[in-house]
């Protein structure tokens, strides 16, 4: 770690206390032929994990592996990244800028888009809400500037961040926010969702992703049951205690995609579930996770109904950012409208949005959306031209989704199964998470 400038009025005490918790960082490409080495060892407090995923997911790195283990105060963990094309990392700023974001999770980190105004939608999903949502707001001389949107099991999540399209200014009017929030709040609700359509102004104070997650969780998606095709690739995820160790070990199995460990680890962290050991290995397209956990008091999962609710919740976290459709990038000139036009023509043509992503750089709109037919089908390409013969050929393209880059032949580790007894004692898992954060020779 660099030196640090000390201010003035820290005594030698306060100063110590700042070492012992400012994580260590070591990025290492010379030990691992595949993959980058990022290797954090700090004080252990709730949370520390997740912000230390957060950095790396935020980059869009895969994380390959990983090794996490805590031991009373301290916390220990090895991240085996890759670029999205299975890369090593090279890029002296990228490298420096993971080091320096990694050491200052100390001091907690958030998602602030200053100068915008946050809108939180949670509701009943139907083809065209996105339309009619966007529609509202250009009405109301608001202009998007960023959003994300999510679906899952009939429900949908929306941040959307926006400003005054006249003035550029967030908008602060309390009969301007109350017009928005009415004509919002009647939207969402259509016919029949009186009851759980919610819609609020928000600070963003939280991470983007992270409060979707949340969002979806107090709108309690992970109990209902999907109403369009569901996915055939479904999450495998089992829960068992370990009496002798007061541990509930907590494994899942499905495909692997970028994100994968954030979403998992996200809604572990905000169901105040503490990770004390973990190991996460991916083999093909598929990603095994296995975590030692306990609840923030101590004790480990203590009923059927609470072991079945984690289950529920790890299901819907990876089925939240399940890329479903067909994948349409928008890349034009921005205008006040621009997403109410796009989205009507999606409407029109019976595409049902599953995930949106909108951004704006300087004039430039980039936005990235995921479309099935009506009944959560493949869309036909017939269809999808049509479409893009009305936004413009060269304005709306198709991209195959991004594939995830795996090496031919990883097979360094057996994989461990789920839905089984629990394959390694703790007393073997430890032993090989610190043999693989470098800190004992061998762990057989």
Not at 232 to 257: E, F, G, I, L
Request: glycine share 6%.
């Amino acid at each position: 770690m660099k030196d640090m400038e000390w201010p003035a009025c820290l005594d030698e005490y306060e100063k110590l206390v700042i070492r012992m918790n400012t994580p260590r960082v070591v990025i290492d490409n010379a030990v691992c032929p595949t993959a980058t080495l990022v290797k954090v060892d700090s004080a252990r407090r709730h949370g520390i994990l997740l912000e230390a995923v957060q950095v790396l997911t935020d980059l869009n790195l895969l994380i390959k592996k990983a090794y996490i283990s805590s031991d009373g105060r301290f916390f220990m963990d090895v991240f085996h990244v890759t670029d999205l094309n299975g890369n090593k990392l090279t890029d002296e700023s990228v490298i420096s800028y993971i080091e320096q974001s990694l050491e200052t999770i100390h001091y907690g980190r958030s998602n602030s888009f200053n100068g915008l105004t946050a809108l939180e939608l949670t509701g009943t999903d139907r083809v065209g809400l996105l339309s009619e949502v966007f529609a509202v707001l250009a009405d109301l001389q608001c202009s998007v500037v960023e959003a994300k949107v999510w679906t899952h099991n009939g429900r949908i999540a929306s941040l959307i961040y926006v400003k005054d399209c006249n003035s550029g200014s967030p908008i602060e009017d309390s009969q301007q926010i109350d017009r928005i929030e009415a004509r919002l709040r009647n939207v969402l609700k259509g016919d029949n969702d009186i009851r759980s359509a919610k819609m609020t102004v928000s600070m963003a104070v939280t991470h983007t992703e992270r409060r979707l997650h949340q969002m979806m969780f107090a709108d309690r998606d992970y109990e209902r049951m999907p109403v369009l095709r569901q996915s055939t690739d479904y999450p495998v995820v089992t829960v068992q205690n370990w009496a002798d160790r007061s541990y509930s070990v907590v494994n899942v199995q499905c495909k692997d995609r970028t994100k994968l460990l954030f979403d998992v680890v996200c809604t572990l962290t905000d169901m105040e579930y503490v990770v004390f050991h973990a190991t996460i290995n991916t083999a093909g397209e598929r990603a095994y996770l296995e975590f030692y956990i306990r609840h923030i008091d101590g004790t480990p999962i203590s009923s059927e109904p609470e072991r079945q609710r984690v289950i529920q919740c790890l299901e819907a976290a990876v089925g939240r950012r399940a890329s479903e459709g067909v994948r349409l990038e928008l890349c034009m000139e921005d205008r006040q409208g621009l997403l109410a036009d796009v989205t009507r023509t999606f409407r029109e043509n019976g595409l049902n949005v599953t995930r949106a992503e909108i951004s704006t750089e300087r004039d430039e709109a980039l936005n990235i959306f995921y479309v099935t037919d009506e009944m959560g089908n493949p869309a036909d390409p017939k269809i999808i031209e049509a479409v893009r013969q009305k936004i413009g050929l060269s304005n709306l393209k198709v991209k195959e989704l991004p594939m995830i880059y795996h090496q031919k032949g990883e097979s360094e580790e057996q994989t461990v199964g789920v839905g089984g007894a629990v394959l390694l004692s703790l007393g073997s898992l430890v032993r090989r998470n610190l043999y693989n954060l470098g800190l004992i020779r061998s762990y057989s």
